[in-house]
């Protein structure tokens, strides 16, 4: 089994809709992050948390939220989808305990298309 | 700007030696370095990182420039295997500042 599993694999919504993104670890690492990726872009950072209780804004943090509702819950929330916001989605864990020494581990994304 | 430069694709040829450079100027003393690599429909995964010194493990080798200026990864027997996009990153340390800030990467084709 995957150690970082996100949900759904592919998703297709309207503009509009409420869409939530999953993501689950049992690698049992306190910070967790997401990210989007578009193409020719890389990868950008959305939102990270460090522990239950701290949530941090990314570079594109406008138009989601997050919840981590667990240690080894991490969910992206878009509250009103829009078509820029098509792009794959990865989720990420790292142990927490060497600074910016880390490994990340990812998940295997979400394909997210908003029409 | 947090962000570092690599070219956008290279080659090589099989069975070849890969120095895939990055460029980071405005690193401070204590961000490491860090590469990782996407292969076709994954995420990406952890190859190798480093502060000052060069670090080798069993994926590649990491060269460090002494003003940590810039870096560059070593693929020491490029295969087919290998092809995909490897990111340059360097992490931040100041607390509350976000860490782990991808660029854009490089694409790696292999020949055979």
């Known amino acids: 089994d995957a150690d970082v599993t996100q949900t759904p694999r592919n998703r297709i919504t309207k503009t509009g809709k409420r869409i939530m993104l999953e993501c689950s670890q049992t690698?049992?690492?306190?910070?967790m992050y997401w990210y989007r990726q578009d193409p020719g872009l890389g990868l950008r950072l959305i939102y990270y948390?460090?522990?239950?209780?701290?949530?941090n804004k990314g570079e594109i943090s406008d138009g989601y939220s997050v919840s981590r509702q667990a240690q080894a819950k991490f969910s992206l929330s878009l509250e009103s989808a829009i078509p820029n916001q098509t792009a794959l989605y990865f989720c990420?864990?790292?142990?927490?305990?060497?600074?910016?020494?880390?490994?990340?581990?990812f998940g295997s994304g979400t394909q997210l298309s908003v029409l | 700007d947090a962000k570092t430069t690599q070219p956008n694709s290279m080659e090589s040829n099989e069975e070849e030696p890969v120095h895939l450079p990055c460029n980071h100027s405005?690193?401070?003393?204590?961000?490491?370095i860090h590469w990782y690599r996407q292969l076709p429909s994954q995420g990406p995964e952890y190859v190798i990182h480093g502060l000052t010194s060069n670090v080798n493990n069993r994926m590649a080798s990491l060269a460090i420039a002494e003003d940590r200026k810039s870096s560059t990864l070593i693929l020491h027997r490029a295969t087919l295997r290998d092809a995909a996009v490897y990111y340059c990153?360097?992490?931040?340390?100041?607390?509350?500042?976000?860490?782990?800030?991808f660029g854009t990467g490089t694409r790696l084709k292999v020949l055979a």
């Open positions: 990153i360097r992490s931040r340390t100041t607390s509350g500042t976000y860490k782990y800030i």
């Open positions: 405005t690193i401070s003393g204590t961000d490491y």
């Open positions: 990420a864990t790292s142990a927490g305990t060497g600074g910016t020494n880390e490994k990340l581990f």
């Open positions: 690698k049992g690492h306190d910070r």
């Open positions: 948390s460090f522990d239950v209780k701290d949530i």
